[in-house]
């Protein structure tokens, strides 16, 4: 049995640190594992086994991304609607917020 590193195991999978965060919630990727008080990484033979049962079940790892798609699907969950506090003058830049001059300097 070998442990890698986190970074280690980013690199042999190509994809960032929060996806893997989001595989191991899903179930879809083994857990990280205590090496040490102050170290943790993952099974190098689990990481392997993960990755050829991707390949194997999906080449394009098309399975991951539906997943991620479902949840953040904007249909399925309406967003709060996006209300600006000072729209912008005719001008195109903003106005202050109190409502008064801008500030020309400190004279």
């Known amino acids: 049995m070998r442990f890698i590193r986190t970074k280690d195991v980013l690199r042999m999978l190509g994809v960032s640190r929060t996806t893997v965060w989001r595989m191991v ?5 083994p857990r990280r594992v205590t090496i040490s008080a102050r170290a943790s990484g993952h099974v190098l033979e689990e990481v392997e086994a993960s ?3 991707r390949a194997d079940r999906n080449p394009a790892g098309l399975d991951l991304l539906a997943s991620q798609a479902a949840h953040t699907d904007p249909a399925a969950e309406p967003g709060p609607s996006v209300v600006r506090a000072n729209p912008p003058s005719a ?15 400190l004279g």
């Not at 919630?25 to 990727?29: D, K």
């Not at 001008?91 to 300097?105: E, F, L, T, Y």
């Open 25 to 29: 919630r899903a179930g879809a990727f």
């Open 51 to 53: 990755m050829e049962e």
């Open 91 to 105: 001008s195109g830049s903003p106005s202050p917020p109190h409502g008064g001059r801008r500030r020309q300097g």
